[in-house]
């Protein structure tokens, strides 16, 4: 019995010792590591904010064009109360439509920064790779 719980734990150090190294390899992350995982983060946020902000452009551009088509159409009557509702409707609704576009812009912007920092977070990256400070340069939208 003794001489089958020697056999059983030796064989249990020999495995411990042989698969040590691996594990120490696997959980040590470089230096350069960790940068390539900032520059994966950042990537994908700017990935995220250029579609945004393609779809910000869209949404201005849009109200803008049904604006000019609202407003050509008030303009189109021949009474005053006529031209009167349909300019007070074109600007309403243009309004509201650039309001939209600015919620979603900011809504969209915010969850492409709120994931980079966690994200970022992850990589543990030495203090001042990631460039966060500059988030205040960042469109604020219309």
């Not at 390539?36 to 579609?51: D, F, L, P, Q």
């Amino acid at each position: 019995m003794i001489k089958k719980t020697l056999a059983l734990s030796g064989m249990l150090l020999a495995l411990t010792l042989a698969t040590s190294p691996v594990f120490a390899q696997t959980n040590t992350t470089t230096t350069t590591d960790k940068i390539t995982c900032i520059g994966t983060a950042v990537a994908t946020r700017e990935s995220a904010i250029g579609t945004a902000v393609a779809t910000h452009s869209q949404a201005v551009e849009s109200a803008y064009t049904a604006r000019a088509t609202a407003l050509a159409t008030a303009y189109a009557n021949t009474s005053t109360t006529n031209v009167k509702t349909g300019v007070k409707t074109a600007w309403s609704t243009f309004d509201s439509s650039i309001k939209t576009a600015k919620k979603a812009w900011t809504t969209s912007r915010n969850t492409a920064w709120n994931s980079f920092k966690t994200a970022a977070k992850a990589c543990k990256a030495p203090i001042g790779v990631a460039d966060s400070a500059n988030s205040s340069s960042e469109v604020i939208g219309q």
